[in-house]
Each structure stands twice: as structure tokens, then as C-alpha cells.
């Protein structure tokens, strides 16, 4: 008699698809570039240590401070837009006998859509000055003492002209790519006649001519 054959394991298909690059591979968002790198410092810059961290020019650091309120600032506005809504459907609602009585009418609900409607207006237009100050209190200081690459023996003699270079912040959001490129030409035709430095915020900050 001949043995039984022994049975053959069932063998699992594969699905190759499930193993190509589209369905294997991994997609990270390109990395964000840093706004600051290390510059090696100068001989007036001995007591920070042999490297700071530094915005390249003026123009960068001026256009990081920009983001950086106006980022704030969406932020500010979108937690109040919440918060007017909230006051203002407390503030219109209806009386609650009359929810409670069954009176409510459509005359009331409109009337109480409406004062919604004014409410958020009101609440909204104080909110928005508010989060803009907010958001200069919350950017100010960091930008006020980091530190920005400039070229120049001594940053605070060339103070008129950086100071130039980021008046564009006060335009606010009219400011247009034009602006930026009409700000860059000054810059270029001073910075390659002077030595490497390094100038604070407050350095520009502090200028008659700026104010942030």
C-alpha cells in the first residue's frame, strides 16, 4: 500500500500592487527653511560666543516679523470669531417663557437673527484691532532682540538706510512683491562696499525713521 500524500499548504496570493512604490513609499513635505543660521560673529560680538544665530539681511527679517503677525493674528481672529458667536446668540436669544410657552413666533426669530447679525458686527470690529495689538505684543520682543546680518563696520551708522529697507512693514497688507524688490536695490548697492556685521532688532527698531 502506498502512504497517503501529505497535503501542500495553501500558498497566499500576492498582491503586488499592495508592494509598489505608490502604495510602499512614504511622501514627507519638503522641510521648511530655517529663518535664522549660525554666522560666525564678529570681533564686537565676542561676548555671545563664536557663532550667532542670525537673520541674513534685513529684508528676511523684516518679512519673518510681517508673517509672523499676521499668522498671530488669524489665530486671534478665529478663537474671537467663535467667542462673538457664542455672546451674540446668548445675547439675541429668545425670552425663555416664550420658548417655554410655545409663543415664539416667526416675527421673534427673525428679529433675533437680526440682532445676531449686528451683535457679531460689533463684537468682530472690536476683536480685530484688539488681535493686532495682540499679536505685536506676542511678536515684538523676539524680533526686537534677534539678531540680522548686515554689512556695515558699524550697524548703527547705516541705521537711515536699513531702516529703508523695512518701511514696506507698515504698509500692511497692501504690500506688494514690487515693494520688496524696489527695497532690494538700495540694500545691493551698499552692502558689497562695507565689512560683514551684525545689527539687533532694536537697532532698526529704534530708528526715527521705523515704526513697527
Known amino acids: 500500500m502506498t502512504a497517503p500524500g501529505r497535503p501542500q499548504p495553501e500558498v497566499p496570493s500576492i498582491d503586488l500592487e499592495e508592494y509598489s512604490a505608490s502604495k510602499t513609499l512614504i511622501r514627507f513635505d519638503r522641510p521648511v527653511p530655517l529663518l535664522r543660521g549660525p554666522i ?13 544665530l542670525a537673520f541674513k539681511d534685513p529684508i528676511s527679517w523684516a518679512s519673518a516679523y510681517k508673517a509672523c503677525e499676521s499668522q498671530v493674528t488669524q489665530q486671534c481672529e478665529s478663537g474671537a470669531r467663535i467667542g462673538c458667536s457664542i455672546a451674540a446668540s446668548d445675547k439675541c436669544k429668545t425670552p425663555w417663557w416664550k420658548s417655554f ?23 468682530l470690529e472690536a476683536a480685530n ?14 524680533f526686537r532682540d534677534a539678531w540680522i546680518g548686515v554689512k556695515g563696520l558699524s550697524p548703527k551708522v547705516k541705521k537711515k538706510e ?20 524696489r527695497l532690494e536695490r538700495p540694500w545691493l548697492e551698499f552692502k558689497a562696499q562695507l565689512q560683514v556685521s551684525y545689527c539687533k532688532g532694536s537697532d532698526i527698531l529704534g530708528s526715527d525713521d521705523t515704526k513697527l
Open 129 to 142: 484691532g484688539k488681535c493686532h495689538e495682540f499679536a505685536k505684543q506676542k511678536c515684538f520682543p523676539a
Open 162 to 181: 536699513l531702516s529703508r529697507l523695512i518701511s514696506w512693514v507698515k504698509l500692511g497688507e497692501n504690500c506688494q512683491i514690487a515693494d520688496l524688490w
Open 101 to 123: 410657552t410655545g409663543s415664539a413666533s416667526n416675527q421673534d426669530f427673525a428679529e433675533r437673527a437680526r440682532c445676531e447679525e449686528r451683535e457679531m458686527e460689533a463684537c
Open 40 to 52: 560666525k560673529a564678529g570681533p564686537q560680538e565676542e561676548t555671545v560666543g563664536q557663532f550667532i
